[in-house]
C-alpha cells in the first residue's frame, strides 16, 4: 500500500524559550532603555548647569567682593583728600566707616580707637602708616608686597598721600551678603527647573526613539506566532527608520522565498508526478495484457523518462550554481559564430511552427571570453521560449551588437507577451506566467540562463508587453586580447 503523495504533515510548536515569552510582559522601569536615556540626560544636565552655576557663584562673587575694595578705595581716597583741604596735612587722619544703615544714611562715624581693620591704609608722603593696623603700629613705614602696591592720593597737582592695601581678609556686609544669597538662590532654582525639564525631555526622546524599536518587536513577535507583521509605519529619515524598513522589507523576501519554495516543491512533484503516471500506468497495461508492447508506446516510454531525466538535469544544475561548484570552460570564442551556429540549429523547428526566425549579426567576429557550450544553452532557451510561445506567422529576432566593452544578445518575438505583475517572477525556478501550462515545459529555462549568463559576469533583462511580445537581453563582457587558441 503506497502513501499519498501528499501527506499533511504535523506542525510542530517552536520550543519554549525566552523568544516565545509573552509580548506584554513587563520590566522594571530602571531596567528599560527609557530608564537610562533619562538618566543621561539628566546627568548631562545636572553636570553641565552644576559646573556652570559653580563658575558662575565664584566669578560673582570674586567680581562682587573687587567692586567693594575699589568703592573703599575709592571713599578713602576722598576721604583723605577732603581731610588734607581742612587740616593740611594727613597727619591724625582715620578713615570713617558707613553708619549701621549703610550708604541710605550718609551718616560717617569715626572709628577713633583701636587698630583699624578695614581693606586700605593711609600713608602719609613718605610711607608711614597714619593709624594702627592690626599688625602693624601708627607711623611705621610700610615695606614688602603692601608698599609695592600703594596708590597716590594727588591734591592740587601733588602726591599728598598713599592708599595701599592692608590684605586683611574682609567679611561681607549684609546687603552683600544677601545679594549673594539671591544669586546662588537663583542658580540653584534654575538647575533644579533644568533637571525636571530634562527628565521630561529624556522621557519624550526615549519615547520617539523607541516607537521604530517597539513597532520592530511587535513585528518580530507577530512572525514567531506565524503572522504577518503589521503595515510598516510612516518611513523616517533616521537609522531607526532604515531599520524598522530593512525589517520589512526582509519579511516581505522571506514571505517570497517560502512562497517559492512550497511553489517549487509543488512544481518538481507535478512535474515528476505526470511521466511516472504516463509511464508506470503504460508499464502496468503491459504487463496485465491491456496493452501490447508496440515500437511506440515504447517510445513514449522513453521520452517521458528522457524527459524527467532533462527536469533532474536541470536542477542538479542550479543546484551546483547555488553551490558555487558551477564549473565553466572559458575560451577567447567568438560570439558571433556561437549564435549563427545555434539559430541555424534552430531554424527547422520554426519552419515546423511557421514562424519567421531572423538574425542579424554585426560585421567580423566578436570576441568575449566564453563557455561556448553554455552560452549556446542560454540561446536555445531563449529561442526555444520564444518560439513556444509565439503563434504561426509571427516572428522571431536575434540580434548581436557590440556595445561599451560587451557583447550584447537580443531574442525578441512578437508572441503573447507576460502581464507586468508576473514579469518579475520569470527568473525564479519552475515558474510559469501561463498558470494553465499549457505550454509545457520545466519552468527551468530562464532561471539556468540567469545563473549562466550571470557565472560569466553578464546580465540578463527581459521585457514584455501582453499581446505585442517579449524581449530577453543578456550581454557578456569582451575579451581583453584577440583570440587564442584554447587550452588543452
Known amino acids: 500500500m503506497t502513501e499519498p503523495p501528499h501527506a499533511p504533515r504535523t506542525p510542530v510548536d517552536p520550543a519554549p524559550g525566552p523568544q516565545s515569552e509573552h509580548p506584554g510582559r513587563k520590566r522594571p522601569f530602571w531596567h528599560t532603555v527609557a530608564f537610562k536615556l533619562t538618566l543621561a540626560f539628566v546627568l548631562i544636565a545636572a553636570l ?8 558662575a557663584n565664584v566669578s560673582t562673587r570674586a567680581s562682587f567682593e573687587r567692586f567693594t575694595r575699589e568703592r573703599a578705595r575709592d571713599e578713602i581716597v576722598t576721604q583723605v583728600q577732603s581731610y588734607i583741604e581742612t587740616t ?10 558707613r553708619g549701621r544703615h549703610g550708604a541710605a544714611d550718609n551718616v560717617m562715624s569715626p572709628n577713633a580707637t583701636g587698630p583699624d581693620r578695614g581693606p586700605y591704609v593711609v600713608l602719609d608722603p613718605e610711607g608711614r602708616t597714619t593709624y594702627a593696623l592690626p599688625d602693624v603700629p601708627a607711623g611705621t613705614r610700610l615695606t614688602g608686597e603692601r608698599a609695592s602696591l600703594a596708590l597716590p592720593v594727588e591734591l592740587g597737582g601733588r602726591t599728598v598721600a598713599f592708599v595701599a592695601p592692608t590684605l ?8 552683600s551678603r544677601e545679594f549673594l544669597a539671591r544669586t546662588t538662590s537663583a542658580l540653584l532654582w534654575a538647575t533644579i527647573a533644568a533637571t525636571i525639564a530634562a527628565i521630561v525631555l529624556g522621557l519624550l526622546m526615549a519615547r520617539a526613539l523607541l516607537a521604530p524599536l ?6 518580530i513577535w507577530e512572525v514567531q506566532r506565524g503572522e504577518a507583521p503589521g503595515q510598516a509605519p510612516r ?17 516581505d523576501v522571506v514571505v517570497r522565498n517560502q512562497q517559492s519554495r512550497r511553489q517549487l516543491t509543488a512544481n518538481i512533484a507535478h512535474d515528476l508526478n505526470t511521466p511516472l503516471s504516463v509511464i508506470s500506468g503504460t508499464l502496468e497495461a503491459m504487463l496485465d495484457g491491456t496493452f501490447k508492447v508496440t515500437p511506440e508506446r515504447l517510445a513514449r516510454l522513453h521520452r517521458e523518462a528522457r524527459h524527467m531525466g532533462e527536469l533532474v538535469n536541470d536542477l542538479r544544475f542550479l543546484s551546483l550554481a547555488d553551490a558555487g561548484e558551477l564549473k565553466l570552460d572559458l575560451r577567447d570564442e567568438d560570439l558571433v559564430e556561437v549564435v549563427a551556429l545555434t539559430v541555424d540549429g534552430v531554424q527547422e523547428l520554426a519552419r515546423r511552427k511557421q514562424v519567421e526566425l531572423n538574425v542579424r549579426l554585426p560585421h567580423g567576429p566578436l570576441h568575449a571570453r566564453l563557455d561556448g557550450r553554455r552560452v549556446t544553452q542560454v540561446i536555445q532557451n531563449l529561442l526555444s521560449n520564444a518560439l513556444a510561445y509565439t503563434p504561426g506567422g509571427g516572428q522571431v529576432d536575434v540580434t548581436v551588437e557590440r556595445g561599451a566593452g560587451r557583447a550584447v544578445v537580443m531574442v525578441r518575438d512578437t508572441g503573447v507577451g507576460i502581464v507586468p505583475e508576473k514579469l518579475p517572477f520569470v527568473f525564479d525556478r519552475l515558474y510559469r506566467a501561463d498558470e494553465a501550462r499549457v505550454k509545457g515545459g520545466s519552468g527551468l529555462g530562464l532561471a539556468i540562463c540567469k545563473s549562466i549568463v550571470e557565472r560569466h559576469d553578464g546580465r540578463i533583462e527581459i521585457e514584455s508587453t501582453p499581446g505585442v511580445g517579449t524581449t530577453v537581453t543578456f550581454d557578456l563582457p569582451l575579451a581583453r586580447s584577440p583570440r587564442t587558441a584554447p587550452q588543452p
Open 48 to 55: 553641565a548647569l552644576g559646573a556652570v552655576g559653580v563658575i
Open 88 to 97: 593740611g596735612s594727613v597727619t591724625g587722619f582715620r578713615p570713617f566707616r
Open 168 to 175: 586683611i581678609p574682609q567679611s561681607l556686609d549684609r546687603q
Open 214 to 219: 517597539r513597532a520592530l518587536l511587535r513585528g
Open 235 to 251: 518611513a523616517r529619515a533616521d537609522e531607526f527608520g532604515e531599520v524598522l524598513t530593512a525589517f520589512h522589507e526582509m519579511h
